[in-house]
């Protein structure tokens, strides 16, 4: 006989395949591929509006197009003017809500400023510039600020810097201490406008920041002011504000410890002028120790041979005055890696420059090679090649050969070719080159004029193929003259002048405690194009110096 529930699950099967089905389509998931959402959440409406007139309230709601998260929202939203009791930001699904823990002035205009608070959910599209303005009284303030931000040293406009008002009165009492009550961020051509402000003396900043507290507490950061105060009595716009980097008031060392390979490493917040450096203690170490000094002069790198020693007490100096003592102390057990490694003046294409000498720079201090353990081949062939020590640093060797179109070399250097300054022997290692052809390079010849014989004009000439502007060459000037570059390898190029004020013969920057604004600099928009094999010539005049920015 047949099974009669069989029968009946046999008929129903179907319908239980098709309603699983359905269940599964609709399970919600975040979609797969496809275009990246690159929109941010937009309001749609805020209760009570926004511009609103004779406020009453402590609550305001903002309804968002989607859902979104707050990040730091006590650092990023602001209130203008402050409140002695931070407001509550709640929010859910889509709706933020701000709870206003303080009383309101009476006839007073308030601008809530978001800053990066606001994201989306799921790319973290930050909502930029959102400001929710409210007044107390029948009138709400309407006078707006607006203007430009600049970097100093690119002169590119400079998108997402923090720009900053602070009423005069509390300039002084805030500015370095506390975020300001108003800020905004610039747009990605580098412009600002701050909206719904009242008639009064403000002072502007702006800054581009390594942290995201709106104040200016760090020497890594970038810095603009205007020296005078804005005197807001109507719209005003075309501020240009320009971005730089201090100076440190106080020297300090960010980094003070044992590098990998033992030596003692000093990273300064500036340069040091003139530096120099004695180990007081162990008294025996300073007479057979090494030095190496960056270029920039903020970075000291200590050797010494003899490492049996738990602590060493150094003594830093500028122009052969003592300022400052450190100690640095080893751990328990220290060991230190000390593998010669070796780079050359050679390019990404394994090329030489025509008339170079062949220059190899060592990770470590060189204490002597042996020239009978390197090899240079030429094509198969074995030949005689000179070297010598590069006189600047106990880092460098210098390898001079009649280079040959075409030929094919290898240098090599073979095991305990190379004794390290701690006494490690290189292992073996080798590289191989070849000559560039010389009608890879041309000649570009620049006449300059300047606007005024009697000031000073520093020249630099950068490679402008890429947003990292690679200084070639640089030049100081006081007159009109030509300059003449050689060898310059195929590729793009501009020309940037710093007007040398002081005419100490480098750019100088600025400060916010002596209100002096850094040296100016102008960027030749001409993009010089050099072709292989090519001799060309063109005319810069140098504009006139503009204003000073007060």
Request: aromatic share 10%; glycine share 4%.
């Amino acid at each position: 006989m047949l099974n009669k529930k069989r029968s009946l699950f046999s008929h129903l099967r179907p319908l239980f395949l098709a309603l699983l089905a359905l269940s599964g389509c609709a399970v919600q998931q975040r979609p797969q591929g496809g275009p990246r959402d690159l929109a941010a959440p937009k309001l749609l409406k805020a209760t009570p509006l926004d511009q609103t007139r004779n406020f009453k309230g402590n609550k305001i709601e903002l309804e968002f197009d989607e859902y979104f998260k707050l990040n730091n929202q006590y650092q990023e939203i602001s209130i203008s003017p402050a409140q002695e009791r931070t407001p509550e930001y709640t929010y859910k699904q889509r709706t933020l809500v701000i709870e206003l823990k303080d009383s309101l002035q009476k006839n007073t205009t308030y601008v809530i400023n978001f800053g990066k608070a606001i994201t989306d959910v799921n790319e973290g599209n930050i909502v930029k510039n959102l400001t929710y303005v409210f007044a107390t009284g029948p009138s709400i303030d309407s006078l707006s600020i607006s203007g430009t931000v600049f970097n100093a040293l690119t002169q590119q406009k400079e998108k997402e810097a923090t720009v900053m008002l602070f009423n005069l009165k509390q300039d002084s009492l805030l500015f370095g201490k506390k975020k300001p009550a108003l800020f905004t961020l610039t747009d990605s051509v580098g412009n600002f406008k701050f909206s719904n402000l009242k008639a009064d003396a403000y002072k502007i900043y702006a800054l581009k920041e390594s942290s995201a507290d709106k104040i200016y507490n760090s020497d890594n950061e970038l810095i603009a002011f205007k020296a005078n105060p804005i005197q807001l009595k109507k719209d005003t716009s075309g501020i240009n504000l320009t971005l730089f980097k201090e100076i440190a008031a106080q020297l300090r060392f960010s980094t003070r410890n044992f590098d990998r390979d033992g030596s003692m490493l000093l990273v300064a917040n500036r340069p040091l002028s003139r530096p120099s450096i004695r180990i007081i203690s162990p008294a025996n170490l300073d007479a057979q120790k090494w030095v190496e000094i960056n270029k920039t002069n903020d970075t000291i790198s200590v050797y010494s041979k003899n490492m049996e020693f738990d602590s060493v007490k150094l003594a830093i100096s500028e122009k052969g005055i003592a300022f400052d003592t450190l100690t640095l102390r080893k751990a328990r057990r220290e060991t230190f890696t000390r593998n010669i490694a070796l780079n050359y003046n050679i390019n990404a294409n394994s090329v030489i420059k025509p008339g170079s000498d062949l220059i190899v720079t060592s990770n470590m201090p060189i204490e002597s090679f042996d020239q009978q353990l390197i090899t240079l081949m030429e094509d198969s062939n074995k030949v005689n090649y000179t070297i010598r020590r590069d006189t600047s640093t106990r880092k460098k060797l210098l390898f001079r050969y009649p280079w040959k179109l075409k030929a094919k070399y290898n240098l090599i250097f073979n095991e305990n070719s190379i004794t390290g300054f701690f006494g490690d022997k290189i292992k073996k290692t080798q590289k191989s080159f070849s000559l560039d052809n010389p009608e890879n390079y041309s000649e570009q010849t620049i006449r300059i004029a300047v606007p005024d014989t009697g000031k000073s004009y520093i020249i630099e000439l950068l490679t402008a193929s890429n947003e990292q502007k690679v200084v070639v060459r640089t030049e100081r000037i006081t007159r009109s003259t030509s300059i003449i570059y050689k060898q310059l390898p195929a590729g793009k190029y501009q020309l940037k002048v710093s007007y040398d004020a002081n005419k100490n013969g480098k750019w100088d920057t600025g400060s916010v405690a002596g209100k002096t604004q850094p040296e100016q600099v102008w960027l030749n928009p001409t993009v010089y194009t050099v072709r292989p094999n090519w001799q060309d010539s063109a005319d810069v005049q140098i504009p006139k110096e503009p204003a000073a920015n007060p």
